[in-house]
């Protein structure tokens, strides 16, 4: 917890000096003497490290660290929360934020300074008080983003008796709002993040099983789509043909893709408001598997073999099909390519001379009469045909080469190789 502490003390200087850097003015800069009091704004930003940091002390030395102490830290957790680049301006505009100076406010400078639609990237930004952070300032590209600008253009809406920029009755301060929001989204991330931490399995085979228990629905719908091509139910196989040909020769290829998007969406909101209205059950959604039973350590570094082994075989094969098809593609076996290539001309050719609906009833007539008696034969004869001749194509050539050191590829000093030779003399 020592080195936590510490840990997190040295990221909080370090996000305060990039705090600073990136939304500070820049030191020197001469507008810092029209805006009462900015001059003292990196102090401000300094005092508020260094009270942090001392929170922190306290906290420790009463021993009630309950959490990660870098989350305690002001500057160092908005760097990574959702939404703290706008915290990170509203403390921008209090610290350096003040009332112009009378010599200043009367130049063009303070056009447009009753106006309400005041954001962050097209005119100056102002406090609850009517201090005002100027334009030059805003160096970070922050400032331009979409979430910073609606942020604002709301901070005009004010509901509430504004006694100071700290102190506002019946309303909150712009720091306030800013903090709010981002507390609001980080919940919303440390909710998601909390999901997906309960959803990560330890362990090979509960992750099989969790893979398996996901694509179970595309499963059963490759499964049924298997039973209508091997004409297991024929009436449902006839209706199925019947379809698919009308949809093909009545031109409307074109309306299943927005069809497909209309039920998904239908379907979604459906199961939304059965949902909502508690028909579908507290159990509804959730993916149930098996626990693996317990293993020891020999067993488990098993495991983890015999996988590794699986993926190197995969990898194998992979590797060995690329290498087919790069001989294939650079003519490394001449009677191979030539025949690729013919085949290749060929469908070139029919995709252009015949209209593409009658190509794809071919297909699907192929793919429904693959299993029936009367082309079983003639699909056998054809797979193991085209099975010889790929087994026949080689693999290109691979050349490993042997490990070389990098300080040994280099070339040697002349200068020790003159002291050798004038050694030996």
């Known amino acids: ?86 915290v990170f301006q509203t403390l921008a505009v209090s610290f350096w934020g003040g009332s112009l100076v009378s010599k200043f406010s009367g130049s063009d400078h303070l056009l447009g300074i009753q106006s309400d639609n005041i954001s962050g990237s097209s005119s100056h930004v102002f406090d609850m008080d009517g201090s005002v952070y100027l334009k030059k300032w805003m160096r ?17 809406a004010r509901s509430g008796l504004v006694l100071s920029k700290h102190l506002v009755v019946a309303d909150k301060a712009l720091v306030e709002r800013a903090a709010k929001l981002c507390k609001e989204k980080s919940q919303v991330v440390e909710k998601t993040q909390a999901t997906i931490n309960a959803a990560t399995l330890k362990g090979i085979p509960s992750n099989i099983d969790l893979f398996k228990e996901l694509m179970l629905p595309l499963t059963v719908v490759a499964k049924f789509f298997d039973d209508l091509r091997r004409w297991k139910e024929p009436h449902l196989t006839v209706s199925f043909l019947a379809l698919a040909y009308t949809l093909i020769f009545r031109n409307m290829l074109s309306y299943i893709f927005p069809m497909t998007l209309m039920v998904a969406a239908v379907t979604m909101l459906l199961l939304k408001g059965l949902k909502e209205q508690g028909r579908l059950g507290r159990s509804f959604g959730k ?6 039973p317990s293993s020891n350590t020999i067993q488990k570094i098993i495991a983890v073999k015999e996988a590794m082994l699986d993926l190197e075989n995969y990898l194998q094969s992979l590797n060995v099909t690329l290498l087919k098809i790069r001989t294939i593609v650079l003519s490394g076996q001449p009677q191979i390519t030539t025949e690729i290539g013919l085949v290749l001309l060929t469908a070139a050719i029919t995709l252009l001379l015949v209209p593409f609906r009658y190509i794809l009833a071919f297909f699907l007539m192929d793919l429904f009469t693959r299993e029936l008696e009367f082309r079983r034969e003639m699909v056998k004869r054809f797979r193991s045909f085209v099975k010889e001749r790929w087994d026949t194509i080689p693999a290109a050539p691979v050349v490993v080469l042997p490990y070389e050191n990098g300080a040994e590829t280099l070339s040697p000093n002349p200068t020790k190789e003159t002291d050798k030779k004038g050694s030996q003399k």
């Open 1 to 86: 917890m020592r080195r936590d502490v510490w840990h997190a003390f040295i990221s909080e200087v370090i996000a305060l000096h990039e705090f600073i850097r990136e939304y500070g003015p820049a030191d020197g800069d001469e507008s810092l003497s029209h805006v009462y009091g900015s001059h003292r704004g990196k102090m401000r930003a300094i005092t508020s490290a260094i009270n942090c940091i001392t929170r922190l002390q306290t906290l420790q030395f009463i021993k009630k660290l309950s959490e990660d102490p870098i989350k305690l830290g002001q500057f160092s957790y908005l760097r990574n929360a959702p939404h703290g680049d706008v």
């Open 140 to 156: 970070s590209p922050s400032w331009a983003s979409s979430t910073s600008v609606i942020f604002w253009k709301n901070v005009s």
């Open 287 to 292: 993916v149930i598997i098996h626990d693996q």
